[in-house]
């Protein structure tokens, strides 16, 4: 595709695609690209924080500049209960469905304040124990071994450092993250539209 024709196709987005490809969807652009963003950006009125997200989704960095990301999350509101008094982290929700002869198994990373992510977790594996040991043969082989990884997972719900699971989510959402880095409430409300 030639830049005249990228250029186009940006003119023609919404602003909330411009704002998805800024904030998640900017890994690996054609430097060219990057003018064209930030003009689009511009002539909309859009925030330039939104250039902050896409320079940071084309970049590498190190363990220590992933946790500086990190405590941003943590130190906004739980987004899913609201509350402020105790930091985020961040729990892997392992679960598994099965049909008989079908059984399905599925890994989330989920961020919240403690007490929510050890709901989750708890729910996680109730939710395995009653529909996952259904299928076989790999019914009662996965819900076991999900079941356990839940209640791992918690363990790591009220450590004083980032968990990995947070550390990941961060990496995978730094552009986001780095949009609205000055904008807590923003920022909780980004981790909300993450949670399903």
């Known amino acids: 595709m030639n830049i005249k024709d990228i250029e186009k196709n940006y003119e023609r987005m919404s602003d909330d695609e411009l704002v998805r490809i800024a904030t998640r969807n900017a890994r690996g652009l054609r430097p060219e690209v990057f003018g064209i963003i930030e003009n689009e950006i511009k002539k909309r009125n859009l925030s330039p924080d939104l250039l902050q ?64 992510l050890n709901k989750q977790n708890n729910k996680a594996m109730l939710s395995t124990a009653l529909l996952g040991f259904w299928g076989i043969p790999w019914g009662l082989f996965k819900s076991l071994v999900y079941i356990y990884r839940n209640y791992k997972a918690k363990q790591a719900n009220r450590q004083d450092t980032s968990s990995d699971a ?19 409430k923003q920022l909780q409300e980004f981790l909300k539209t993450q949670q399903h």
């Open 53 to 116: 997200g896409v320079t940071a989704q084309n970049k590498e960095y190190s363990i220590e500049e992933i946790e500086t990301y990190s405590e941003l999350l943590r130190n906004v509101p739980c987004p899913a209960c609201g509350k402020s008094t105790e930091r985020l982290n961040g729990t892997i929700l392992y679960t598994v469905k099965s049909f008989v002869i079908l059984t399905t198994s599925q890994k989330e990373i989920f961020v919240a304040c403690p007490d929510c």
């Open 166 to 184: 947070l550390l990941s989510f961060t990496l995978s959402n730094i552009g986001a993250i780095a949009t609205y880095q000055n904008n807590p």
